[in-house]
Nanobody, 118 residues
Framework: QVQLVESGGGLVQAGDSLRLSCAAS?????MGWFRQGPGKEREFVAA????????NYADSVKGRFTISRDNAKNTVYLQMNSLKPEDTAVYYC??????????????WGQGTQVTVSS
């Protein structure tokens, strides 16, 4: 059983940056970030393999968001730059895959709210 805890969300203005963290209780392998905006379905944001040699991004965040990890700390990060109001969502980390399909992920965190004002 893997427990995931996200942190780092908050209220920022458009153009600002935030860094989300996802701390895992046990060893994790491939990890991903998803988000769910108000009235929207959950969507893929980014994913990273255990060795960090594979990184996938949604087109909507390419060039603005960067996923990384520190395996010694069992933590995955999502650096979000040039934030836009449409990035407003609850952000979830998940364990188990590098794909964009949420069903491929076995464990999920509780989410952290990111709100971007215009």
């Amino acid at each position: 059983q893997v427990q995931l805890v996200e942190s780092g969300g908050g209220l920022v203005q458009a153009g600002d940056s935030l860094r989300l963290s996802c701390a895992a209780s046990g060893r994790t392998f491939n990890m991903g970030w998803f988000r769910q905006g108000p009235g929207k379905e959950r969507e893929f944001v980014a994913a990273i393999s255990w060795t960090s040699n594979i990184k996938n991004y949604a087109d909507s965040v390419k060039g603005r968001f960067t996923i990384s990890r520190d395996n010694a700390k069992n933590t995955v990060y999502l650096q979000m730059n040039s934030l836009k109001p449409e990035d407003t969502a609850v952000y979830y980390c998940a364990s188990g895959s590098t794909s964009s399909w949420s069903r491929n992920y076995a464990y999920w965190g509780q989410g952290t709210q990111v709100t971007v004002s215009s």
